[in-house]
């Protein structure tokens, strides 16, 4: 039996897979229902290849950070066979873990350009009739922020000026009212002095 | 913001989103370039910030235009962002992007407005930007239209 290759293309990146249809499921000869093997390529970065379960692993992270990036969260997407995380520099760092002992982990560095790039790959995938994959079992599963959720970050960006703020007006408005208090009073007794007719004062 | 940065990159680009429209058999809910422009000047963020009432098939409408248009300019938004994690040798198309989208936001926005201060900004905005350029390119494949979608729904 003649194996089925389909090729997935995106700029930098490009998804192979390789795969057999399964004709008790009533597949024509072009399909892929059993997934064999898969090959991501992607430019100036070694070739990425493994099982089928490598495969849904590494779908689900990336759609799961595609959805934080866009919602700006940051959240580690860590599993048993990929973690993906986004770093300070603005590239996402992808460590592959092989199932075989002795393999140390890949790691890879991309941009957002291969990123995307990737991306579209998958939903090239997705979008393809004739390769059998659920993707339902790879949706993202983000929870919805609470209202009641407490974000440091935003805590300290938008909470702490306008207090800092307030402190110091305060303070500033409390030093004024303490001098020009004793001010007043200090004029206050120059004039019971002036007032008085026993005392001159004289003005040159 | 998205489609600013559209407009950034297709000089044409209020054109484009009508024809876009037009092509996506919107007709009824976009009749002319006006109702697109109506709809876009409810950001609050705009100079001239007109409160219309829109319905929810229009917001659909809108995310259509916006994930169809980003289709047609991915190479441009991949070519930008590549110019951006490779700034070091290809600083030029970075260059321009960001100071065509700040020209576009001191045009149009309400720039007395802190966020909008903030937007023009060269350093501090860069990173907004770069977000605004991956949410682009992110929504540009056949997912596209689910993908922002579900974004705004969880914002």
């Known amino acids: 039996m003649l194996q089925n290759k389909y090729s997935f293309n995106q700029s930098s990146t490009e998804l192979v897979i390789f795969g057999l249809p399964d004709y008790s499921n009533n597949d024509k000869n072009d399909n892929i229902s059993i997934i064999s093997g898969w090959k991501l390529s992607i430019i100036d970065q070694p070739e990425i290849e493994g099982s089928i379960d490598h495969l849904k692993s590494l779908i689900k992270a990336f759609y799961k950070c595609a959805a934080l990036s866009l919602l700006d969260r940051k959240e580690k997407i860590e599993s048993e066979l990929i973690d993906l995380n986004l770093d300070e520099s603005g590239s996402y760092r992808i460590t592959l873990k092989s199932t075989k002992p002795n393999v140390k982990p890949l790691k890879i560095k991309i941009g957002y350009a291969e990123f995307s790039d990737i991306i579209i790959c998958f939903d090239q995938l997705k979008n393809f009739k004739k390769i059998k994959i659920d993707f339902n079992e790879l949706k993202p599963n983000i929870k919805k922020k609470s209202i009641f959720s407490f974000n440091k970050n935003k805590f300290a960006s938008d909470i702490i000026p306008p207090l800092i703020a307030f402190f110091t007006v305060s303070l500033f408005t409390l030093i004024g009212i303490y001098f020009f208090e004793n001010k007043d009073s200090r004029d206050k007794n120059i004039s019971k002095i002036s007032n008085n007719p026993n005392i001159m004062i004289k003005i040159k | ?155």
């Open chain 2, 1 to 155: 913001m998205l489609l600013l940065a559209i407009e950034t990159i297709d000089l044409n680009g209020s054109e484009s989103m009508f024809a876009i429209s037009n092509k996506l058999n919107l007709q009824h809910l976009f009749p002319s370039k006006v109702s697109i422009w109506k709809l876009r000047s409810n950001n609050p963020m705009r100079k001239s910030q007109n409160i219309n009432n829109f319905s929810n098939e229009q917001l659909d409408g809108l995310i259509k235009i916006t994930s169809e248009m980003s289709k047609y300019l991915y190479p441009y938004v991949r070519a930008i962002i590549s110019s951006k994690d490779n700034y070091i040798n290809k600083p030029e198309l970075w260059n321009d992007f960001q100071s065509r989208y700040i020209e576009l936001i001191e045009q149009r926005f309400n720039t007395e407005s802190i966020i909008v201060k903030n937007l023009i900004d060269y350093d501090y905005s860069q990173e907004f930007f770069k977000k605004i350029l991956l949410t682009l390119s992110l929504v540009s494949s056949d997912e596209g239209y689910n993908r922002l979608k579900f974004v705004l729904a969880n914002l």
